[in-house]
């Protein structure tokens, strides 16, 4: 990662931080921190952050993206898999825009994403 990359998840670690000290369960800002964590190579961080997110989301469309972006950046086949079962009940939707994401190539080529597609309709 370059240094202007890092000093920019930084900053956002830090912003999405100061949202979660107002109100711990905001389950969104709390989704960016792990995203935040995971593109700084925090991976347990991440993977317990997120965790706690998808648990305490109201808003969960939102935390389902961050989701899946944070489970691709941290990379993995455990991690795919996870992305793939936080989408296993998401609106279809969500998986058609993420399959515009162009961070997101390796996923959209992952025949178990493929399959979500055709299974929500998706072109």
Not at 5 to 14: I, Y
Not at 41 to 56: C, D
Not at 80 to 89: G, H, I, P, T, V
Not at 106 to 121: A, E, I, M, T
Request: glycine letters at 4%.
């Amino acid at each position: 990662m370059d240094k202007e990359s890092e000093q920019a998840n930084l900053a956002g670690l830090e912003a999405a931080e100061a949202t979660l000290q107002v109100d711990p369960s905001f389950g969104y800002a709390r989704s960016f921190v792990a995203y935040f964590h995971a593109r700084l190579r925090h991976r347990q961080l991440a993977q317990t952050e997120i965790a706690q997110a998808l648990k305490s989301s109201t808003d969960g469309y939102d935390v389902l993206w961050m989701a899946v972006l944070t489970y691709e950046a941290l990379g993995g086949l455990d991690q795919r898999q996870a992305a793939l079962d936080a989408l296993s009940s998401a609106p279809a939707q969500l998986v058609w825009d993420l399959n515009r994401w162009p961070d997101l190539a390796g996923l959209q080529k992952d025949p178990r994403f493929v399959q979500l597609l055709v299974s929500n309709h998706v072109q």
